[in-house]
């Protein structure tokens, strides 16, 4: 017997329970065993995300390890990523189970902080990891290097680091371009920095990028895709690379970004 996982938003538990209990009777009508979802993802062919963005991005991260792919059922406002709505979930379904769909895969980050020798942190982010200074700190002074190559030196908020699933994201919001989600590539987002020089940059999607904190406020904090949080200290060291794994998110005939694009953030071209 099949298994289809779900994981459910927090932010929509009403909405999300109505819509469990349709989905489960189908899922018996069909002869798959329908779980949510904790840690243990064993057996799990495929992960039903009933939620917003948000809960694509922490689906994907537990699942994108183990190869499983996630398809989106938006529950929430924008529902960038997602593929299905609940007008049209029961014939994604059908899609679902006829294996009449294909995959897309994402891009994701690998984070390390490195505190002298010692790496006190690692993860796993499929939009962005943001380097910030907290709501009341002073601003940062970080030391940005690509590949082993110095790049820039600044006083700021913060920084951004993202993918091209990410662009569309924080990095968007404080000045970044749109990269489309097939670029093998990185993008990185200064957050208000103290100069009239830096700038936001794309660099090759293999590349490592490295953020050294040389002074930092008692509120700096590391946040991959705005849900997982580390906080940071001066000295501190923060690697990001291309992760070894991508997402999969699944995609049924008709999805476009750019047709997205256009119809959830009034995307107007160049």
Request: proline share 4%.
């Amino acid at each position: 017997m099949k298994t289809w996982g779900v994981i459910l938003s927090q932010g929509s538990v009403e909405t999300s329970a109505s819509l469990l209990e349709e989905i489960a009777t189908w899922c018996e009508a069909k002869g798959i065993r329908m779980r949510v979802l904790d840690a243990d993802l064993t057996g799990v062919e495929y992960i039903l995300a009933l939620g917003g963005d948000g809960t694509i991005l922490y689906s994907a991260r537990i699942a994108a390890p183990l190869g499983i792919p996630v398809v989106g059922i938006n529950l929430g406002q924008l529902g960038f990523l997602s593929d299905l709505e609940p007008s049209n979930l029961f014939e994604g379904l059908e899609r679902l189970y006829r294996e009449d769909f294909s995959i897309e895969e994402r891009l994701m980050l690998q984070v390390i902080v490195q505190r002298g020798t010692c790496a006190v942190y690692r993860g796993t982010a499929l939009n962005d990891a943001v380097i910030g200074k907290g709501a009341r700190g002073r601003p940062l002074q970080l030391s940005l290097a690509v590949g082993g190559s110095r790049v820039a030196s600044f006083t700021g908020d913060g920084l951004i680091v993202a993918t091209p699933t990410g662009s569309t994201a924080y990095s968007l919001s404080a000045g970044g371009p749109v990269l489309t989600p097939d670029l093998d590539a990185l993008l990185v987002t200064p957050l208000c920095p103290h100069s009239l020089v830096t700038r936001p940059c794309v660099v090759g999607g293999n590349s490592r990028i490295t953020v050294y904190m040389v002074a930092t406020s008692d509120e700096a904090t590391l946040i991959l895709d705005g849900q997982e949080d580390y906080p940071l200290a001066a000295g501190d060291l923060i690697e990001v690379a291309k992760a070894p794994h991508a997402a999969r998110l699944i995609r049924f005939q008709g999805w476009d970004f750019f047709e997205v694009l256009r119809g959830k953030m009034a995307y107007r071209g160049f």
